[in-house]
């Protein structure tokens, strides 16, 4: 949730008087702490609202690689097995591995292709 709904109210300029001289200055004076202030909790807020931003996304970012860790050692365990699979076969498990592979390509090709 944004606190930022009245940011633009806080830019646009007081609006002029019809006063003269010092009257002018000194009513101005009185008025910049009050600005100043208003500008300072937009700029509060704005800084709060990005901590929990970078919070959230820090989050994520850690739940990301804890998966892509989990993913990558489960894709190193079956590669080791396919390569032992590979490795002792015979030639005829060899190429029943190739046709499979190609076949499940294809299929996922096709599968893809048409959604």
Do not use: C, W
């Not at 101005?28 to 959230?56: A, M, Q």
């Not at 996304?57 to 590669?79: A, C, I, K």
């Not at 015979?90 to 048409?114: A, E, H, P, R």
């Amino acid at each position: 949730m944004m606190r930022r709904a009245h940011i633009r109210d806080y830019y646009d300029p007081p609006p002029s008087k019809s006063l003269h001289g010092s009257e002018l200055i000194q009513i101005e004076d009185e008025d910049l702490p009050e600005h100043l202030k208003d500008k300072v909790n937009i700029l509060k807020s704005l800084s709060i609202d990005i901590g929990s931003e970078l919070k959230s996304q820090d989050r994520l970012l850690r739940d990301m690689d804890y998966d892509l860790e989990t993913t990558g050692g489960f894709l190193s365990n079956t590669l080791g097995r396919v390569t032992r699979l590979y490795g002792y076969s015979g030639g005829y498990n060899k190429l029943y591995l190739i046709l499979f592979s190609l076949i499940v390509f294809f299929i996922l090709y096709i599968f893809l292709k048409l959604k």
